[in-house]
């Protein structure tokens, strides 16, 4: 009963974070922000790692990164990797004012969901086809940077304090990351050495890739709607 | 520095991962079909949507002046073509700048009907609604609410009280608005941003 316990328990963070479909700034937030004027450190902050802790399709993603990674020092080096991606993207987009389309983003955002199931299950082995993962996770990492700098710029930031608010939005997601993180790898560390790991390993990478499919799905559907 | 190993310890047959992908990618498939574009985008191929209730979820919410608007049965009656009346009761123009917009309202007793015709140069966001003098804005009734050029028909008054439009230019150039309307008109009131004032009928010549 016991050594089910904890895939339960993951496949019910999911579900959980599911909700969060519909992963945007709430109009709630919007409409702070909009007051907001000059620097907020404390405000952003907070909005940053909201968005992470929020954001299935980013919690996905890290689960994906991680779900092999038995040291603690492949975590910080991939972790690393992902958020110099995502905070080069983020910040330059916002700066420098440019952006992608949201739906679009968010599509690549789901299939960075499913490449990483992907490549869980030996996938890119069997086909013979060698990418460095490190290389792939930065790479994402600069997508999953860009749908966060197109959330940004749709909160319509106020020139007075840009790059305070920027920044401190920034170091918000690493807090959201980290906080996310801990969690997933302490489960992950649970699970592990209990005999349900590797049979449950097979479905839960391919329940993963059915997630970033229905990202996907939902957001090409938005994009070709809209 | 050595790529670290992660992939499954014992990966799974290619026989097993196609399927597994499949899988994943049917079950993703039927997720998004079913359940996805019905509550987020209203689109239902499978009526999976309709019979959970689903397609609900992506209809843009009423607002309370326009769910006491749909109750009414009989109120306007639109036509394609201006109605043509013996003589018209007044006829009123304005040019609305960029953003800028005017509420007219006419004072119409209950069951009283109005015939009316109005036209703008260019697409003006409305509100056709109605405040009971019984009870006021509190009770106030919606009963259209659109973007359009031009509205003609008929006007069922539910009510005593003051009956009319909204209207607000929403594009970057001035638009002209020019209204009609024919019927037992008792009074016309003029909203600018919310400060009423009375104005006289100018029936046309």
Redesign the interface.
């Known amino acids: 009963m016991l050594r089910w316990a904890l895939p339960l328990l993951l496949l019910g963070l999911l579900l959980a974070a599911d909700s969060a479909l519909a992963h945007d700034i709430s109009q709630a937030d919007r409409a702070a922000v909009a007051r907001i004027e000059g620097p907020a450190p404390g405000a952003f902050l907070y909005l940053g790692a909201k968005h992470m802790v929020t954001g299935i399709d980013h919690i996905l993603f890290l689960i994906g990164v991680i779900f092999f990674l038995y040291r603690l020092r492949d975590v910080v080096i991939y972790v690393t990797m992902f958020t110099i991606g995502h905070s080069l993207t983020l910040m330059g987009g916002v700066l420098l004012n440019t952006g992608a389309n949201a739906y679009i983003v968010d599509a690549i955002i789901g299939f960075s969901v499913v490449y990483k199931a992907f490549e869980n299950l030996g996938g890119f082995r069997r086909l013979g086809i060698a990418i460095d993962t490190r290389t792939a996770v930065l790479v994402f990492g600069l997508f999953h940077g860009l749908g966060l700098a197109t959330k940004v710029r749709d909160l319509g930031l106020s020139d007075d304090g840009l790059l305070v608010n920027l920044i401190s939005f920034n170091i918000g997601v690493e807090v959201g990351q980290v906080a996310v993180l801990a969690v997933v790898v302490t489960l992950f560390n649970l699970w592990r050495p209990t005999r349900t790991f590797a049979p449950g390993a097979f479905y839960a990478n391919l329940a993963l890739m059915a997630g970033g499919f229905v990202l996907m799905g939902y957001q090409l559907t938005g994009y070709f709607n809209s | 520095m050595t790529?670290?190993?992660?992939?499954?310890?014992?990966?799974?047959s290619?026989k097993?991962?196609l399927i597994?992908?499949v899988?994943?990618?049917a079950?993703?498939?039927v997720?998004?079909?079913g359940f996805?574009?019905p509550a987020?985008?209203g689109?239902d191929p499978l009526g999976i949507g309709n019979a959970l209730g689903l397609t609900e979820l992506s209809e843009p919410g009423l607002n309370e002046e326009q769910i006491r608007g749909n109750k009414r049965v009989g109120v306007l009656a639109l036509s394609d073509q201006p109605p043509q009346p013996e003589a018209w009761s007044d006829r009123w123009q304005i040019t609305l700048r960029p953003y800028e917009a005017i509420e007219l309202k006419y004072t119409l007793a209950e069951k009283a009907l109005l015939d009316f015709s109005w036209t703008a140069t260019a697409p003006l966001y409305y509100d056709l609604h109605s405040h009971p003098f019984d009870g006021g804005d509190a009770l106030t009734e919606t009963y259209s609410l659109d973007t359009l050029s031009q509205m003609h028909g008929r006007y069922v008054a539910q009510f005593t009280g003051l009956h009319g439009w909204y209207w607000q230019n929403r594009t970057m150039s001035d638009v002209t608005l020019t209204i009609q309307a024919a019927g037992p008109i008792e009074g016309s009131t003029l909203f600018e941003m919310g400060v009423p004032s009375e104005r006289e009928l100018t029936p046309p010549e």
Do not use: R
Request: overall charge negative.
């Open positions: 790529d670290p190993d992660v992939s499954t310890p014992t990966a799974p290619g097993k991962l597994g992908s899988a994943a990618l079950a993703a498939g997720g998004v079909v996805v574009l987020e985008f689109i």
